[in-house]
């Protein structure tokens, strides 16, 4: 197996002799980008030198800046069943805990995108606990057919990534011909001990099984995958390592690794207790394990979700950080609540509750760029043939385009005139920016199609 418990451990106690003279080695290697070896990554996870830190740190903000410039990829999650037959002590939906469960109908799951249209959210992750019975894969399937054909006024829902339990390769095959974007599976934690210890009851306590999903996905042609671990289980460094091993597997055997990577640290919900957890992660130590992620992979998307409050989004940002989640809700039918000012409950506390434009203003108002691309995918641009184009740096030409017509589209429907002088402020001063002068020009007239000819869906 890809993952042997005893040789990251020995990997993580042996890292501790490296010198600093090799330390500046690696951090000299990280600089150019070209990623780091999972030794090598050790090395940088367990150094506590002030002075490598603040390097990390440098290096980390200079990857960001030159692979993903100010852009950020928005999108929202949406849950459509909380039912589930696993007993995972971390989540608020394990079937020990009792409450209300839901499923959506397919009627419900259409009031929920038109909330989502509504807050000019193009992407989503949709979400599921694992039953069987109440949540099949053609449950899902029917959900995924749903929202691809919905419109409403302007808004379409362009790309669904899916976040839904290990399965068999023949339902990963129903997954890609559905037309999904990412796989998304979180590990939870690469500690086997500790992954069977919170994992109480329910298939996806067998580890094996849940460790090899990304492989069976794979093999049914789905290549974009994003991983995750859930930071507060076990040691985050040898999570840390996990995630790396787990993605050199990947890269050995299809070619590709992971498309993303999602860093969730525990925080409280209902049904569970914050205090039986003992590896919390401290925001110092946090902070670090991002800024490492970025040097380790430079060119896979990092996404922070709302669980994380403000301040330390905006830290993230600059270090490594490329997706945020706006406006989210992750109850089962939590935005049709919200719209009717109903009471919602939620898988997990959300830390930033702000409405989605709110959040998305905050962005521009930082220098950020908002953007609501979804071209890749459409264009067929996945696997290895998007990391080809973004280790040869040529993604930039099509995502900063890509980023300035979809917000000017947003800002077009969803803005109101503070918003799109802020706008139109922040597209000049970044169409100069795009160095192929053909893709600057035809931004430039798609930007004036959107928004003096009511146009839309422009991307290259
Ligand atoms: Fe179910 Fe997922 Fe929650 Fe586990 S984490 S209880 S599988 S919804
Ligand atoms: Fe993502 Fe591709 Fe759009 Fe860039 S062009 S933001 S990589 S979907």
Redesign the pocket.
């Known amino acids: 197996m890809f993952i042997d418990r005893k040789y990251i451990e020995e990997l993580l106690a042996e890292a501790k002799n490296v010198t600093d003279d090799k330390i500046e080695e690696i951090l000299n290697k990280a600089e150019s980008m070209e990623g780091l070896s999972h030794t090598e990554i050790a090395a940088l996870l367990v150094n506590d030198n002030p002075k490598h830190l603040k390097r990390i740190f440098q290096i980390a903000g200079k990857i960001k800046k030159h692979i993903y410039g100010n852009r950020i990829v928005m999108f929202a999650p949406l849950y459509v069943s ?1 039912h ?1 037959v ?3 002590t ?6 020990g805990h009792k409450f209300d469960r839901s499923k959506l109908t397919m009627e419900e799951v259409r009031q929920e995108v038109i909330e989502l249209e509504k807050m000019g959210h193009k992407r989503i992750a949709l979400e599921a ?2 039953h069987a019975g109440e949540c099949p894969i053609d449950y899902i399937l029917e959900c995924i057919d749903t929202i691809y054909d919905m419109k409403f006024e302007n808004g379409e829902i362009r790309r669904i990534n899916v976040n839904i ?1 290990a399965t068999t390769v023949e339902n990963y095959c129903k997954l890609r011909e559905a037309g999904i974007g990412t796989y998304i599976l979180f590990q ?1 934690t690469y500690h086997q001990p500790v992954y069977e210890s919170v ?1 109480k009851a ?1 298939p ?1 306590k067998d580890y094996e099984y849940h460790l090899t999903a990304f492989d069976r996905a794979m093999e049914a042609g789905i290549d974009d995958v994003g991983a995750g671990v859930l930071f507060g289980l076990a040691n985050p460094l040898f999570e840390v390592m996990g995630l790396m091993l787990h993605n050199e597997h990947l890269e050995e055997r299809f070619g590709v690794g992971f498309h993303t990577i999602s860093v969730p640290r525990i925080c409280p919900a209902d049904g569970m207790d914050i205090e039986d957890f003992p590896n919390l992660v401290d925001d110092d130590t946090f902070e670090k394990l991002v800024a490492i992620i970025r040097l380790a992979v430079p060119f896979t998307g990092i996404i922070l979700s709302t669980r994380e409050d403000y301040d330390m989004r905006k830290k993230l940002l600059n270090i490594g950080v490329s997706q945020l989640s706006a406006g989210s809700s992750t109850e089962v039918g939590g935005y049709t609540k919200r719209a009717k000012n109903e009471k919602v409950t939620s ?1 997990f506390k959300v830390s930033d509750e702000r409405d989605a434009i709110s959040i998305i203003s905050e962005l521009l108002e930082d220098g950020y760029i908002p953007s609501f691309c979804t071209a890749c995918y459409r264009n067929g641009r996945t696997g290895d043939r998007f990391m080809r184009l973004a280790k040869t740096g040529q993604i930039k030409n099509v995502c900063l385009p890509n980023a300035l017509m979809t917000l000017c589209e947003y800002a077009a429907d969803y803005g109101d005139d503070e918003f799109r002088k802020k706008t139109r402020a922040a597209i000049e001063l970044c169409v100069p920016d795009i160095v192929n002068s053909k893709i600057r020009n035809l931004t430039i007239e798609n930007i004036e199609k959107i928004s003096a000819q009511g146009e839309r869906d422009f991307y290259v």
Do not use: V
């Open positions: 909380d589930c696993n007993k995972c971390y989540c608020s939906y394990n079937c606990g694992e339990a939870e994992h329910g996806k898988q």
